[in-house]
C-alpha cells in the first residue's frame, strides 16, 4: 500500500482565495483524520470521520473551514475565504478505527500570502 | 482541562548516548499514550502505543514506559544515531467524548556526531 497520500504537498495562495487539500486513506481504513501543525501550538486534531461520517469537527478553528468524505477512499479540505494565521502543514491520517495506530500522510504546507 | 506537556523542549546529543524524553498527562479518563516521531518534513511516524495496563513497551532502540498513577511517560533513546535527530511527539487518547486526542508539542532531539 502507498499509505495515506495527500495533495498538493506544497500551496501558496493568496489571501480570500479558496483552498482545496485532498487526501486518500489507506484502503481498508475506517477512521480519517485531519490536522494542522504549526511551530506555535504543534498538531491540533480537526476533525475526524468514521465510516465517512463526521464524528468530531469541534477542532474546526471557524467557519471557514469545511472537510468531507463524500466515499471511503477520498476526503477533502477546504478553506474558504483564506487567511495568512491559516498557513500551516495540514496532515492527513487514517487507521482502522478511531483508537487504533493512525498513519499520516506527507502532510500538505500551505503558505496564504 | 486535558494537557499533555513534553520535556525537554528541545535536546542535543553526541551520537551513541542515552538519552530520555518526559511526557506528562493531565487527560481523564486515559485510553493509549502513543510516541509518535516526526522527521522534518514528514508526518509522525508511530513508535509506540501503550495501555493502561502496560508499563514498557520497545521498539528496537526506543524504550517506553508509563507509569498510569503519576500520569508519566517517558521514551529511551539507546545508542543514539543521527537519524534519530527528529521531533517526538507524545499523543495521550481518552478524555471523555470517544477516543478524543491530546497531543503534547513535542521534543525537538538533535544528534550530532
Known amino acids: 500500500d502507498a499509505g495515506v497520500i495527500q495533495s498538493p504537498r506544497h500551496e501558496v495562495t493568496e489571501m480570500g482565495q479558496e483552498v482545496t487539500l485532498r487526501c486518500k486513506p489507506i484502503?481498508?481504513?475506517?477512521?480519517l483524520f485531519w490536522y494542522r501543525q504549526t511551530m506555535m501550538r504543534g498538531l491540533e486534531l480537526l476533525i475526524y470521520?468514521?465510516?465517512?461520517?463526521?464524528?468530531?469537527d469541534s477542532g474546526m478553528p471557524e467557519d471557514r473551514f469545511s472537510a468531507k468524505m463524500p466515499n471511503a477512499s477520498f476526503s477533502t479540505l477546504k478553506i474558504q475565504p483564506s487567511e495568512p494565521r491559516d498557513s500551516a502543514v495540514y496532515f492527513c491520517?487514517?487507521?482502522?478505527?478511531?483508537?487504533?495506530?493512525?498513519?499520516f500522510g506527507q502532510g500538505t504546507r500551505l503558505t496564504v500570502v | 482541562k486535558n494537557q499533555v506537556e513534553q520535556s525537554p523542549q528541545s535536546l542535543i546529543i553526541l551520537e551513541g548516548k542515552n538519552c530520555t524524553l518526559q511526557?506528562?498527562?493531565?487527560?481523564?479518563?486515559?485510553?493509549?499514550l502513543r510516541w509518535y516521531k516526526q522527521d522534518t518534513g514528514r508526518g509522525p511516524v508511530s513508535l509506540t502505543i501503550?495501555?493502561?495496563?502496560?508499563n514498557t513497551k520497545s521498539n528496537g532502540r526506543y524504550t517506553a514506559t508509563l507509569d498510569a498513577d503519576t500520569k508519566q511517560s517517558s521514551l529511551h533513546i539507546t545508542a543514539s544515531q543521527l537519524s534519530d535527530s527528529a521531533s517526538y511527539i507524545c499523543?495521550?487518547?481518552?478524555?471523555?467524548?470517544?477516543?478524543?486526542?491530546?497531543f503534547g508539542t513535542g521534543t525537538q532531539l538533535k544528534v550530532e556526531l
Open positions: 470521520f468514521n465510516n465517512n461520517v463526521p464524528i468530531d
Open positions: 491520517a487514517s487507521s482502522h478505527s478511531s483508537g487504533a495506530e493512525a498513519f
Open positions: 501503550m495501555t493502561f495496563s502496560e
Open positions: 484502503s481498508g481504513h475506517n477512521s
Open positions: 499523543v495521550v487518547s481518552g478524555g471523555g467524548g470517544g477516543n478524543k486526542l491530546t
Open positions: 511526557c506528562n498527562y493531565t487527560v481523564s479518563p486515559f485510553s493509549n
